[in-house]
C-alpha cells in the first residue's frame, strides 16, 4: 500500500493535467480505497462554470466506476497551489460523505510542501445522508 507521502506526489503530479483555462487553479486528487487500489481525478472547468467538476468528485467517479456502489474510501488527498492547502468544497465533502466514514482521513498540501491533515467528520460534521429523506405523503 502506498504511503502518505506517496500520495501528495501523486496528487501533485496528477494536478498539473487540469483542464483549468479559466482561474488556472490547478487541483488533484488522489482516493484510496479500503480495498488497497487508489484512483485519481483533476478539476475539469468548462465555461459554463456550472459544468465545471472538482478533482476530488473526479476521482471518486473512477472509483465508483472501478469497484461499484460498494466502495468505501479510507483517505483522501487532494493538491492545490492555496497556501495554507485547500481544502475540498461543501459540494464534493457532502458527495464523498456516501462513501467515507467520519474518521476517513483527508489530507491537503501544495507546492510549498505544506500539508494539513483532516478527519472527514471535522470538515463535514452533518452530512445529509439518504436515510433522512422522507417522502412527502399528500
Known sequence: MSTFPDHLE????VSTRAYAPYSR????????????????????????????ICAERMALGAAVTAEGPSLRVRQVTVHTASSPPAAP????????SEFCAT?????????????????????LPQAFHG?????NDP
Open 89 to 96: 468544497c461543501g459540494l464534493c465533502l457532502q458527495v464523498l
Open 103 to 123: 474518521d476517513t482521513r483527508v489530507v491537503c498540501g501544495n507546492h510549498q510542501g505544506e500539508v494539513r491533515e483532516f478527519r472527514f467528520g471535522d470538515l
Open 131 to 135: 436515510n433522512e429523506i422522507t417522502p
Open 25 to 52: 487553479y490547478r487541483v488533484g486528487s488522489t482516493l484510496l480505497a479500503a480495498s488497497g487500489a487508489t484512483y485519481d481525478g483533476v478539476n475539469v472547468e468548462n465555461a459554463s462554470f456550472g459544468g465545471t
Open 10 to 13: 501523486r496528487a501533485r503530479e
